[in-house]
């Protein structure tokens, strides 16, 4: 005999489970494989409470679900779903659930295409469908300008409708990520306190957002929404713009991460550390990369796979700059085997700009005779072409190294000083020796001996084949090396048509890019890691990342519109902090009068003003200025020639 078909929406059948009489909750029952068992079994998994009233309100887990998952849930009738339906986009939402049976899914499609059930035509007890009353069910009076302000700078850069695509509609994730993202540059704290600050301060979020909540969040954050919302932040990237690479470290003190390894500090020596890479946009003035790698790991190991994550995610048609940390012969290779110009600072005393000081020509009083000079900066440039060679990839792959250019730049005050101290180490390393030498001093180990001293070469000095004291002679190549690299730095370049003293100056720039490092560690609070995880880690790293866009965006607005005005971005911040959000119980919000200061801010930062908060002063001058008067009609009586 046949048994019963099962139903393959089970899984998705939603029903009430009430516990101890008191709490009633929205339940399915989530199928599992116990182990050592080869039998599914089903366990009840809550999506979220159900009042008094059948209004169904959801928990983090299922805000943090997909949207396509969310919609094959088919709940009860009776039961308010549209704070569900509030979660998702429009744009992202299904028009019809496909493949449901059972008893309720006409009702369901008549609910989606907005005709009337049969329940409600028989007039039957159907629950109210009009939108839920929002949470906050009492008059609230926050302070919202801050917020609003970077909100808005976020929305005018692309970075809502990214993250929009990025977590697929997923509105209740994207409003909890932007709240997340602007919380510790606005407040100074960590997110455990967003919750208290939620209090006093409007937010995307009409519900409070607590710990656990948060800790859902950031580990439901993967690696797939990194590189697809960078991957969109480099679409938005215009032709020619250019990109600095760098990095810093970040501190931990725990034993669970995989990358806290043992490394240069910046901040504490004493500390573990991880390496924080960013690729900064000088162009739009925003970061549009991240990644974090094992503390240990130089600047110098991290170009191959950055390069390789900017490839896949489509870079093109941008300058690839960095600092003197990153060049080595497989880097270079790599960057002209994908063709990307780039502008690179390089050490003098490696190849291949050593070479290059031969071709410097100075007269009797030093002064270089074949070196530009630069009046404004007081430094002497020149520009050679790099002859052309045979460069490796690490893979061992050779690769034709021409169309490479060295920048050259001389400090005629930083080499006087600098030949000075080369020739006084040299003498002092003299003294020393002829010291030793005199006193036949026999030192135990000559190899450790002599890496005491960079100028000078020691040897044991022998008599009937035993040591009776040293000699020493002078390094001659590495002194004249040293002396002909005094006073000059330099850069390499690719693929661009500047000068040496244009090349300097578009190199300045990234000096934009060091100064974010500061607002992300001091002001946003992200100077050590507070995860117990690596998926926490990874979530809280991007909720940085989507901040820092804003706040970067912000600080180029002040120091090129505002400097004058305010010492710093945070007092921008602070001056718009005053305006009001109030939310009454009718549903109804009223946002409070801006100031002229305000105004002023939101139009150096490329932000529009809501027209009813516009000072009745502004709106005047620009009604005036739209519709200006027209010049009055002569009298009747007068005459050309009446005075």
């Known amino acids: 005999m046949a048994g019963r078909v099962a139903d393959p929406n089970t899984q998705y059948r939603v029903y009430l489970h009430k516990v101890a009489n008191k709490y009633v909750y929205a ?109 906050l069910d009492q008059y609230n009076n926050k302070l919202y300008g801050s917020f609003w302000l970077l909100e808005e700078i976020s929305r005018s850069k692309g970075v809502y409708a990214d993250l929009l695509e990025v977590f697929q509609g997923n509105i209740s994730q994207v409003h909890e990520v932007m709240s997340l993202a602007f919380f510790p540059y606005l407040s100074g704290k960590c997110f455990n306190r967003f919750a208290k600050w939620q209090n006093a301060h409007k937010t995307l979020l009409d519900y409070p957002l607590t710990s656990p909540s948060i800790t859902r969040l950031t580990q439901s954050i993967t690696d797939h929404h990194r590189m697809t919302f960078i991957q969109l932040r480099l679409k938005r990237q215009p032709e020619g713009a250019i990109l600095d690479c760098d990095s810093t470290t970040r501190s931990g003190w725990g034993t669970c991460l995989v990358d806290l390894c043992w ?93 290059l000081l031969e071709n410097v020509e100075f007269d009797e009083d030093g002064i270089p005779c074949n070196m530009d000079f630069d009046s404004k900066r007081k430094l002497y440039y020149f520009q050679v072409d790099i002859p052309a060679y045979k460069g490796e990839l690490a893979d061992g792959t050779e690769v034709n190294m021409d169309g490479l250019k060295a920048n050259l730049f001389l400090n005629p005050r930083r080499r006087t000083d600098e030949l000075g101290t080369l020739k006084r180490k040299i003498q002092e390393e003299r003294d020393i020796l002829e010291k030793a030498a005199k006193e036949a001093a026999i030192p135990d180990d000559i190899k450790r001996y002599n890496a005491l001293f960079d100028y000078f070469k020691v040897e044991y000095k022998f008599e009937k084949e035993k040591p009776v004291g ?144 516009m000072p009745a002063t502004y709106r005047k001058a620009k009604e005036r200025k739209e519709n200006p008067k027209k010049r009055g009609r002569r009298p009747n009586n007068a005459s050309s020639g009446e005075s």
């Not at 809550?46 to 849930?73: C, I």
């Not at 924080?276 to 990644?291: D, G, K, N």
């Not at 796979?305 to 080595?328: C, H, N, Q």
């Open 27 to 135: 339940t399915v029952q989530q199928p599992y494989m116990p182990e050592g068992s080869n039998r599914l079994k089903y366990k009840p998994f809550h999506l979220g409470t159900v009042s008094a009233d059948m209004v169904f309100t959801p928990n983090s887990e299922f805000r943090l679900l997909p949207v396509s998952e969310r919609e094959k849930y088919i709940f009860p009738p009776e039961i308010n779903t549209s704070k569900a339906a509030a979660l998702n986009h429009p744009d992202y939402s299904q028009d019809q659930r496909q493949n449901k049976s059972g008893e309720n899914q006409e009702d369901i499609a008549s609910q989606q295409s907005g005709k009337k059930t049969d329940a409600e035509k028989t007039g039957a007890n159907v629950p109210d469908t009009k939108p839920c009353e929002n949470i």
């Open 263 to 355: 490394g240069t500090n910046k901040d504490n020596p004493k500390l573990q550390n991880t390496v924080e890479a960013y690729v900064y946009s000088l162009t739009t003035h925003e970061p549009i990369y991240y990644r974090s790698f094992p503390g240990n790991t130089a600047d110098i190991s991290t170009v191959r796979t950055i390069l390789s994550d900017l490839l896949k995610l489509g870079i093109e048609k941008v300058v690839f700059m960095a600092d003197r940390g990153y060049p080595s012969e497989d880097n270079l290779a790599a960057l002209v085997e994908a063709k990307i110009p780039f502008l690179m600072c390089a050490k003098v005393g490696n190849k291949p700009i050593a070479p």
């Open 470 to 613: 040293i000699v020493f002679t002078s390094c001659e190549k590495k002194v004249k090396k040293e002396r002909a690299a005094c006073g000059f730095f330099s850069s390499i370049m690719y693929k661009l048509d500047l000068d040496g003293s244009q090349a300097l100056e578009v190199y300045k720039s990234r000096d934009e890019h060091e100064k974010n490092f500061d607002q992300l560690k001091n002001q946003m609070n992200y100077y050590n890691q507070r995860n117990s995880s690596e998926e926490g880690r990874n979530g809280r790293s991007f909720i940085s990342f989507v901040g820092l866009i804003a706040i970067s965006s912000l600080r180029h607005a002040w120091k090129e519109k505002m400097r004058d005005q305010y010492e710093s971005s945070v007092d921008m911040l602070d001056e718009m902090e005053s305006i009001r959000y109030s939310e009454y119980t009718d549903g109804t919000t009223h946002m409070s009068s801006f100031t002229g200061k305000q105004v002023d801010i939101c139009e150096a930062c490329g932000v529009a003003v809501p027209k009813e908060c």
